[in-house]
């Protein structure tokens, strides 16, 4: 199970962290991602992680705002999100790559969380 939280209600420019930690079957040997979908809208790549956390990538709407890491002993994964804007809201999904490298698409995943809510006002 994925469990994500630390979103929230913000407004614009101001920080949010969002964290997911992986219960039962560990995800510590592969990649983890982090994926947004708004109201109406195609669910969007933000952010992957290898598995041991020396490689990332971001969805070019976030590049330089938003920073994904992970804390191995922990089976977590973290999304420092700065400079937020009201494009960015959405629910956050945590997911779990079925292989070790970070992937960018959808497919790339064998298990999701539940999603947390951020909403950033103008």
């Known amino acids: 199970q994925l469990q994500a939280s630390g979103g929230g209600l913000v407004q614009t420019g101001a920080s949010l962290r969002l964290s997911c930690a992986a219960s039962?079957?560990?995800?510590?040997?592969?990649?983890m991602g982090w994926f947004r979908q708004a109201p109406g809208k195609e669910r969007e790549f933000v952010a992957s992680i290898d598995w041991n956390g020396s490689n990332t990538r971001y969805g070019d709407s976030v590049k330089g705002r938003f920073t994904i890491s992970r804390a191995k002993a922990e089976n977590a994964v973290y999304l420092q999100m700065n400079s937020l804007r009201p494009e960015d809201t959405a629910v956050y999904y945590c997911a779990v790559a079925r292989s070790a490298g970070p992937a960018t698409k959808s497919y790339g995943y064998k298990a999701w969380g539940q999603g947390t809510q951020v909403t950033v006002s103008s």
């Open positions: 039962g079957r560990t995800a510590s040997n592969n990649g």
